[in-house]
C-alpha cells in the first residue's frame, strides 16, 4: 500500500562505513537504497581521521547532496541517515546525524533509527542539571548521556549511556577515530554488517549491501555494541538482557522485497505469507491483483496458491512526488485521482481479490475499493496478509492512537462495512509466524507483534509519546 | 524496461478539453497521467472565451504547476501536452503547446504527438518567403502554414495545411473560440475522445479520462478533423487517403497497462504477448521475473502458461530522479548501481526466465543478466515480448540510428553472446499481431511494424532526421 | 530620485563587443555597468564565427550569469542587453537579445534600446502577410522586415528595414560573421564606440567602457550604420535626414555620473543644472540636501553656488531589492518606512532645501518632504533641476499618461501645496538647455525636450501606445 | 568605504520590540534598517506569551522573511538579528537569535551584538561538566551559564551569568514572559531603547527608531539590565565597575549617518572628523571626494572647510551582490573593474583629494589611488579621517592580526608609497576625540581608541582569538 496514503511511516535508515577513500559518496548510494525509510531529510557526516564534516538538509537524498555537494565530504569513514515525513515538526535541526563538535573532547556523531520509549523522563532530569538541547529528538538525549557519563573512554562512555535509554534504537556513533554500532537489547530494528574490500558497512537493510557491492556478513545483535576502527572490528556486549524481538512489519510493509532480515528475504516472506492467507481465507475469483507497491509479493503469493490469475488491476502513478497538486474537494468529487488507477479493462465485470498487506485508519481500503469498482469490478474480495492492527507502536513507527486504528475499535464486519468490500479476511497471528517462518524458537519466533497482540516487548513508560506528536 | 536506460523514447502526450470551468485543473491531472510519456516539459493553454493564456515549464507537471501557478489559467477550455526528455537541445522554446499570439486574426495555441517527416523540407521553403522560426520544433511547420494559407476560415486554413505535411501527428489546435483536433491519414498514434458531463475530452491515452473522471466514447480515426466549439462537436475528414497503422510499440512498450487503444486494454495485450512468448519459446525454469515496470504484465503472462512461478526478481528504484547522482566509473566498476536491483533470496542458485519488452542497443540488457548473475542465478534465459527491432522509427520514437540498432547488425545468437545470456528468444512478428489481436483486418491488422519490418507506411524524405538529431 | 519610486524608467541598455576571445564575460561587465538602465531581464547571445549562442532570463546580470552559466557562452564576439522592469507583462520572451534561427538564411540576434512608434502599424501588416510574432516587444518588427526585404545581402536588408521603422532606437544586430550598429536618424538614444585592443565596442553609456578598460572613440552619430566584422569597421548612412534629438532626461536622470554624452560628463552636467537652479530660485536657507542617487550631483552644485551646507538629510537603504517586503497599510501609517530615511540630526530646526532631478505624479516629493518635516525639519524648499514634466515620452522611457502627469494638469503653486513643500521651483527649459551646454548649433542644442515642450522630433502615430501599456 | 573591499567588518545588529501586536513585522522593519552591520544572515523570535516561535537563515532579511514568511511569526514581543557575512565558517547554526527550548524550565532566546573575551575559556570548563555546545558562537556560553546558574529566578539567573562573561555585548533576551536588554560594563557597542506607543523598543542604532515610527528614549547604559513584560520596564545594575568605552568606530565607520549615538549624530560626527582632518593637514588641489559610501560625509566636510570643491569622482555600482560575478585575473588586468569607477569627466587633470576613513591592510586605498590615476588624476592626495589602525579588536571587529594591519608595521610615509599616493595624511587622535565632541569627561571622553592607542578598556585573555578564526 502506499506510505503517504495509510499514514503508517517508519523513522529511518542509516548507513555507514569504515575505510574507504569514497566513504561519503558510498554512504550517499547506500542511504539511496534505503530512501524508502524516509523522505523527509538525509545527511552525512564523514571522519578523516582528525574531524568530522557534516551535511544534511530536508529532502531526498539527491535533492540534498547534488549538483556537486557531496565532493565537500572527504574522508574513510562515514555514516548517513535518511528520515521520514513527519506531518508538520522536525525541520532541519531534527535531521540527522546529530553532529556534535566540542572544544575539549572531540567531536561527536549519531544515527539513529527507532524510538526511545524514556526519553522525556531523561530529557527532563538532564535539563534539570542544565543541559540545553537543540532538537526535539529522542536521539539527542544519548549525545548528552555519553557527554556527562564521566567515564574518558569513549566506548565506556557509550555503554554507560546506552544502559539508561529504553526502546528501539539502531545507533551509529561516530568520532573522529571510531564508528560504534548499538541494537537494542530486543533488537526491534533490523541492521547488518557487511564487508567491502576492506571496509566495513553496516546498514538498516541488506539491500544496501547489494546496491554498494558489498558482501552481508551478518545481522547485527540484540545488546550488541561493534567498534570499527583502523585496527578492525570488535564485538562486545553492553546489554546480558537479551530478548530478540523483530518488528514484523519490517517483513510486511517496511523493508524493501530485496533485503532480507534475520536470513529471511522480504519478498519470499510477503510471498508466502500470501500464500497461507489464500489458504485461510480462499474464495471464488477471476482476478487477483495486489495493492502497489508493496502487497504485489503477497498478491503473487495468493495467485499462485489460489490459482486465480494474477492481475495489474491496480497502477500507481510514478511521478507523484511532494509538490505534487491535490485536487481540490470539488474536483475529487468528480472523480480526479491521482494516485492509483483501476484498470478498467482488467477488472470490469470481474470478481476482484485485492490483496492489501495491512489496514490502519481504514481510509484508503475503502478508496481502493471504490476504484474497483468504478472500474466495473462485480465484486470486490479483500485480503489483508497481517492480522488487524489494534495496539500503537512505540519504537519508531508512526501508525496512530488506538483511536485511531480501525481495527481498535471495530469488528472485521464493521470493517468491512466501512470499506464497503464484499468479503474481508485477515490473517491470523500464527499464519503470519508460520508465513515468515523466522529460524528462531519460541511462540513468537523472536518478533514483536506488539501491534496486533498488545503484548509488548519493553516497559512502556506512563507518559511515551507517539513520534508524531512530538514535534 | 527503463526508458531512462534503454533511449527507446516517445515525443509527447496531449490532452485537451473544452466545455468546463477547471478546465486547466483537470488538464493538470491528465497531463500527469501522460507523465511516462514525456519527462522534459509540459505546457498548458486556456481560452476564456476571448484570449489564450499559457504557461509552460522544463521539468514534471507537478514542478511547471505547482505552488497555486495553475490558478493563473483560467477559462473554459485547455490543451496541455507532456514532452519527452531530449539528451541535449530544445529547452524552453520548444516545450509545447506552441503559443502565437497575433494583433491581426486572433491567437493559436498548437499542441503535436507524433513526427512530420517533410518539416525540414516545408520549413526551408517557408523561410526562402521570409518566415521566421523560433523553435527547432517540427510543430511549428503548421502554425506557419496556418497563417499562409490565406483562408480566412480558419477550419479551411487548417485543412489545408493539413495536407501539407506528411508523417505522424496527433494534433490539438485551439484558437479563442475552437479545439480542433487532427490525426494523421495513418492513425500513427493513439488518441481517444470522451465527455465529461457536458464537457469534450480528447487524450493521447485512455487511462487519462478515468483520472479524471470522465466517460470514453471512441477513438479518433485517422484523417479525422474534429471541431469543438460551444455549440458542440462535429466530424470532418481532411484526407480520403486512409490506411490505419496504428504504432506498435504503444502496446508493447509505451502506454500505460491501464490505457486501451482501439479497444485493446494494454496490460491485456502485453499478458497476451507474454503467453505467445511462452509458446514460442519455452524453456526449462525455476522463477520467471519482469524487468521493471513495462514488462511485468509479459512475465505475468509467461509465468502463468508455462506454470513457472512468477516473482519479483529485479527491483526498480523509485527514487532515481533527475537529480540523481550517477556512480562515478570507479564506483561502478566496484559495483555501485543504483536504478535496478536483483532480488538475491530470490534468483540465487535458480534458473532465471528474464522476461523484457524490447532490446534496442543491447547494453542495457547485457547489464541486467550481469545483474542476476552476480546475485546468484545459475542461468538467465532472456525473452523478449516483440521482435527484433532492426530499423529506426520516424513517426516519433527516438529509437536509435540503425548503426545504433543491435538487431539491425547482428544475429540472435550474437545478440544473445553480447548480453551474456544463456539463452534468447525474441517474439515472431505473427506471434506480435495475433497476441495483441487488434480488430483490423489485413496481414498487419492496422499496426505500424516499421522497425521490426521496414516496411513503413508513409513516404520517407531522403533527409528525415531522427527528432533527436534536430536541436 | 529613486526610479522603483517614481515610475520613470528607461527601456534598456545595450553592450557588443567583435574581437575578444573573452567576449561573453566582457559584455557581461558591460551589461553590469549599465544594469541601472535595467534590471527586470538580461541576455547575450555570442557568435563563434559559425553559429549564434544565446542564453538570457529574468533578474539582474549576475542573477542570470551567475554560477558558472557565462562558460556556456564562447565566442569571440557578443552583443548583449538589460531590460527594464514593467509592472507585470512582458516576461521571458520579451528579454533580448532576440535571437532567431534559421535553417535557410543563417541567424540572427537583435539587442534594442529605445521605443519604435509605428511598430503595431508594421505589425499588423506583417501579420495579415503570415507572419508570425513570438514576443510582444516592438524589436521583433524589425527581424521580420529584415526577412522580408528580399535583399540577399544583410547589409542591404538591414538598412531597407530600418527606413521602414519609425522612432527611437539604438540596435545591435548580430550574424554569425557580422555585427551591425544603427541609431536612429534623431540620435534620442545614446550610443559610443570604443576600443579594446583589436575589439570594438559599442555601448549605452561611456561608463561601460571605463569598466572594461575600453578607449572611448566617438558617439555613434543619428542615421549611421555601422558594419563591424572581421576586417575592421565600415560606416555608412541608412538616412539622409538627420536632426539631432538627444533625450534631455538622459542627463538628468537616466546616466550614471560617470558616462559622457556627446562629450559633457553627466556628473557635471547636473552639478550645472544644480547652479543655474540656485541662480533661478535662490532661497534663505541651513542647508541643501538631495534626494539619492541622481539628485545628489544637482544638489552639490546649489549647496557649491548658495553657500549653503551640503548636508545628508536623506539616506537610501542599500539593502531595498526586489524580493523586499513592503510595509501594511497599517504599518505605514504607522510611519513605518523603508526605502528612504530622513537624518534627524541633520534636519531638525533647519530650513531645507531639498533637490530632486524631476516630478512625474508627485507622490513620491509628497512623501519625501513628510519623511523631512517628521524629522524635525522647520522648512522644507523644494528645487527641481528640470523643468516640468507635461507629456509623455514615446521613445523609450515609460513616463506615465497624461492623466498621470502631475505637471500637466496643475500649476507650479498647485504642486507645491500638494506636496506639502513651503516653496517649490522647476529650473527653466533655457536653464535646462544652457546648464547642461551641449556643443550643438540650434535652439535646443540637439536635444529631445518633448516632455517639457510637447514637440516631438518625430511624427507620432495615432495610434501609439506607451511601452506599459503592450505587454 | 567598501566593508568587503576592506576586511573591516562588524559582528552584528539587534533589534527588539515588547508589547506591540505586529511584533515580527516591525523588527523586520528594524533589522532592515540595520542590515549594513550584517548580510551574512538573519533572525526574529517571537513570543505570543506562551511559547518562543523563530525563524531565521542565510541572507539578507528580505530573503530570509520573504514570501509571506514572516506571517508564520506571530506574537506581541519579538527579538531580531543580522550578522555579518564572515570569510567561510559559521554557517545555519550560528545565525541567532539563538533558540533553547526546554521541556523542564521554558524557552531562551539570546542575541548578541559584541565578542566575549574570555569565550573559550569558559566554554572549555563547561564541556568539561558535560555541557553540549551546537554552535561555534560565543553567544552560546551565556545561554549555558543561565541554565547552569542553578537560580530559579530567571533575572537572577541572567545577573549571575552576565557576572562571568568578559568584553563587549549588547544583549536581547527572551523568554515567554520577559525580554531582558544588557550591556557590557564598558558599553563598547551602541544599544538605544525608544518608544512606540505603548510598546517598548531596543535597537542597535537609532535609525531602526526613525524606520519603524518609534521615538528615541536614549541609549541604554553601561553595566544595565532592563526587564521588560506586559507590566512595564525596569531597571537594574549588574555591575558597579562602569567605564564608557565606546567603539570610535562605530562613528568612524560602521553606524549609518542618519543613527546618533551619545547624543551625536553620525553623520553630523563624520563631516566635523573631515573638518579637522582639513585642518590638520590642508592641501592645494582642484576637487574633493569621497570613497562610497561611509567617506561622503566626512569629504563634504573637508570640501567645506577647504573651500575645494566637492565632487563625485567615484561611483559605487549598487548592483553588486553576493552572486556577482568576479572578472578572472586576466580580465582584471585588462582592466576590468565592477564595484567602482572613477569619473573621469571630474577627475581628468585635476589634482584630486579623496577622502577615506580608514586603512585597513592598504590594497583598496592603493586600487582606489590607481583607478583614479588612470582616469587622468594629476594628482592624489589620500587623507584619512581616523587615526592609523595598529592594533587587533577584540570587541566584534573583524579588523585583522596585528600581521596585517599595514599601520602596525610601516610608518605614514611606507603607507603613502605602498598605496602610491603624492601625500597621504591621518586625523590625529586628538582630532578623532574632538571631532567626535562626545559629551562625557576624561581623556578618551568615553571612547575605545584601542585600535589606535592598543590601550584596551578590558583584560584580554592569553588566548583570545579574532572572530573570523574561530569558525
Redesign the interface.
Known amino acids: 500500500m502506499l506510505a503517504e496514503l495509510k499514514g503508517l511511516n517508519e523513522e529511518c535508515g542509516v548507513f555507514g562505513i569504515w575505510g574507504h577513500p ?1 566513504a561519503a ?2 554512504t ?2 547506500g542511504l ?2 534505503l ?2 525509510r524516509g ?1 523527509e531529510g538525509a545527511g552525512i557526516v564523514t571522519t578523516d581521521g582528525e574531524k568530522l564534516t557534516g551535511m544534511k538538509g530536508l529532502g ?4 540534498v ?3 556537486g555537494k ?1 565532493n565537500d565530504l572527504s574522508g574513510k569513514a562515514a555514516i548517513g541517515h535518511v528520515r521520514y515525513a513527519t506531518a508538520g515538526g522536525g525541520g ?1 535541526e531534527n535531521v540527522q546525524p546529530l553532529l ?6 572531540g567531536s561527536l556523531a549519531l544515527a539513529h533509527n527507532g524510538n526511545l520509549v524514556n526519553a ?1 523522563q531523561v ?2 532530569q538532564l ?2 542539571q ?5 532538537t ?1 529528538s529522542d536521539t539527542e538525549v544519548l ?2 548521556l555519553i ?2 557519563s564521566g567515564h574518558i573512554d569513549m566506548k565506556e562512555a557509550v555503554k554507560n549511556a546506552l544502559t539508561m535509554v529504553k526502546g528501539a534504537y539502531a545507533f551509529l556513533i561516530m568520532t573522529e577515530t571510531e564508528l560504534m554500532v548499538a541494537l537494542d537489547p530486543n533488537g526491534l530494528r533490523p541492521l547488518s554488517i557487511g564487508v ?1 574490500g576492506d571496509a566495513y558497512v553496516v546498514a538498516s537493510e541488506t ?1 544496501a549491501f ?4 558489498a558482501k552481508y556478513e551478518r545481522d547485527v545483535q540484540p545488546g550488541e555494541l561493534l567498534i570499527i576502527n583502523d585496527e578492525g572490528i570488535r564485538s562486545e556486549r553492553f546489554s546480558m538482557n537479551i530478548n530478540r524481538a523483530m518488528c514484523s512489519m519490517e517483513y510486511i510493509y517496511f523493508s ?3 533485503s ?1 532480515i534475520d536470513g ?5 516472506a510477503r ?1 508466502n505469507l500470501g500464500k497461507r492467507l489464500a489458504v485461510e481465507s480462499e474464495i471464488e475469483a477471476d482476478v487477483v491483483t495486489g495493492v502497489p ?1 508493496s502487497s ?2 503477497a498478491a ?1 503469493g495468493f495467485a ?1 496458491l489460489t490459482g486465480i ?4 488491476g491496480l ?1 500507481k ?5 511532494r ?3 491535490q ?2 474537494q ?2 475529487r468529487e ?5 494516485k492509483l ?6 477488472v470490469e465485470g470481474k470478481r476482484v481479490v485485492m490483496v492489501d498487506d495491512s489496514i490502519v485508519r481504514g481510509t484508503t481500503s475503502r478508496r481502493i475499493v471504490t476504484l474497483l469498482r468504478e ?1 466495473g469490478a462485480k465484486e470486490v474480495h479483500v485480503r489483508i496478509s497481517s492480522p488487524p492492527i489494534a495496539n500503537p507502536c512505540f519504537y519508531g513507527i508512526d501508525t496512530s492512537t488506538h483511536e485511531e486504528l480501525i481495527a481498535s475499535n471495530h469488528s472485521v464486519e464493521e470493517i468491512r462495512e466501512m470499506i464497503g468490500a464484499d468479503s474481508l479476511a485477515f490473517l491470523s497471528v500464527e499464519g503470519l509466524i508460520e508465513g515468515i517462518g523466522r529460524p528462531y524458537e519460541g511462540e513468537t519466533k523472536g518478533q514483536c507483534l506488539a501491534c496486533f497482540t498488545g503484548r509488548y516487548p519493553t516497559e512502556i513508560y506512563q507518559d511515551t509519546v507517539l513520534p508524531h506528536e512530538k514535534a
Open positions: 569514497d559518496q558510498i550517499y548510494y539511496h537504497s530512501q524508502h523522505q531526498l537524498t539527491s535533492e547532496f547534488g549538483n557531496l532541519y556534535f563538535k566540542s572544544s575539549h573532547s522525556t530529557k527532563h535539563e534539570s542544565g543541559s540545553i538541547f537543540q526535539t549525545a548528552h557527554r556527562r567491502m539491500c547489494d546496491v554498494v557491492g524493501r522485497p530485496d532480507d529471511i528475504n522480504v519478498h519470499t510471498k507497491d504485489i509479493s503473487i499462485e490469475p494474477y492481475e495489474l497502477i502513478n510514478r511521478y507523484v512526488g509538490t505534487f497538486i485536487p481540490s470539488a474536483l468528480q472523480g480526479v485521482k491521482m488507477s483501476a484498470v478498467r479493462g482488467v472500474a
